[in-house]
């Protein structure tokens, strides 16, 4: 069955998603970029389309949501789902349940074959207890961020990247709670902060979450520690080669067993979100927005934090 696509913003990541919509977009829509066929979502004749891909600022997010539900259209909107009010997040929820479509926060790197397979052994539980988790997320974008008028803001890298990397912690562990905080933020080259540390200390596992524009070389890490061995991955597929690795502890002590698998190819995230999109939209659940509202709460908490702590 077709599902007919538009994208709304088409910018370097509606770009993408007009690239894997493939023979499902029919149309783009951008208030600035000319190469677009409207710039409003209101000018789009509604019985042109099925559904959205909103890669948008997150100012505009809910008012537009809010317009494409309204009218029974399916939604795939760039993370973080970011809202002023806890309570307009609620009221997205509402209306997808009422009108049947899907809202969907775009989360690629949940598509990654090395979170995946985590996510497998975590899951199986041969790890056992799981001690302390800290990831990595870096890259080299402070010029560019530096130059833009409406990136450079608030709490810069914070809702950019911790976003990634608090929904990666949720998809690997589940619901974490409250418990997180600033234990670092800078502006060494950006307004707006460039490099931040959280860290929480009341949940198992332990984490520290790092993120900056500083990192000239684009890299990821993690680190998972648990009482029977460990796993650790090195880069994303689009920074390739990333690698990902399980040691198996040897008790009392000594060299543990190691499987290691290494994967170069082109990033297959955006193909298998896109998919996982069209699935979910061929049978409409009732929307599940709890997430979108736990991390939308801890981003600006986080965020104020980190601004206050960036300006000192």
């Keep these: 069955m077709t599902q007919r696509e538009i994208v709304i913003g088409l ?4 770009h993408k998603r007009r690239k894997f919509a493939g023979a499902d977009y029919v149309g783009s829509v951008d ?19 099925d559904a959205a891909l909103c890669c948008i600022p997150d ?25 002023g ?10 209306l997808a349940r009422e009108n049947g479509v899907v809202c969907y926060t775009a989360y ?6 090395h979170f995946l397979r985590a996510k497998e052994v975590l899951a199986s539980g041969e790890l056992g207890e799981i001690y302390r988790c800290r990831m990595f997320y870096g890259n080299g974008t402070a010029r560019l961020v530096r130059d833009s008028a409406w990136r450079d803001r608030g709490a810069g890298v914070l809702p950019d990247l911790a976003s990634h990397l ?65 796993l650790h991955i090195r880069s994303l597929c689009k920074w390739g080669p990333a690698t990902f690795t399980w040691r198996k502890r040897v008790l009392p002590s000594g060299r543990p067993t190691e499987e290691s698998v290494v994967l170069v190819c082109e990033d297959p995230t955006w ?23 736990w991390l939308n ?15 000192a």
């Design 11 to 14: 910018g370097v990541q509606g």
């Design 31 to 49: 208030p600035v970029n000319t190469e677009a066929d409207f710039s409003r979502i209101e000018s789009v004749p509604l019985e042109s389309y």
């Design 59 to 83: 100012e505009p997010k809910v008012e537009i949501l809010e317009y494409l539900l309204k009218h029974r259209k399916h939604v795939l909107v760039e993370k973080p789902l970011w809202a």
């Design 85 to 94: 009010d806890d309570r307009d997040i609620a009221h997205l929820e509402t």
């Design 108 to 113: 690629n790197h949940r598509f990654e074959p």
């Design 166 to 230: 608090l929904d990666t912690a949720t998809f690997w562990f589940g619901a974490l709670g409250e418990g997180f905080e600033v234990t670092s933020a800078s502006r060494f080259e950006n307004r707006a902060p460039d490099h931040v540390v959280l860290a929480n200390e009341t949940i198992r596992p332990k984490m520290e979450l790092e993120m900056t524009l500083l990192q000239w070389r684009n890299h990821f890490t993690c680190d998972i520690l648990a009482a029977r061995g460990s």
């Design 271 to 293: 193909a298998a979100e896109h998919a996982h999109f069209r699935k979910l939209c061929a049978a409409p659940s009732a929307a599940e927005l709890r997430h979108d509202l």
């Design 297 to 311: 709460r801890t981003l600006r908490g986080l965020g104020e934090r980190a601004i206050a702590m960036a300006a």
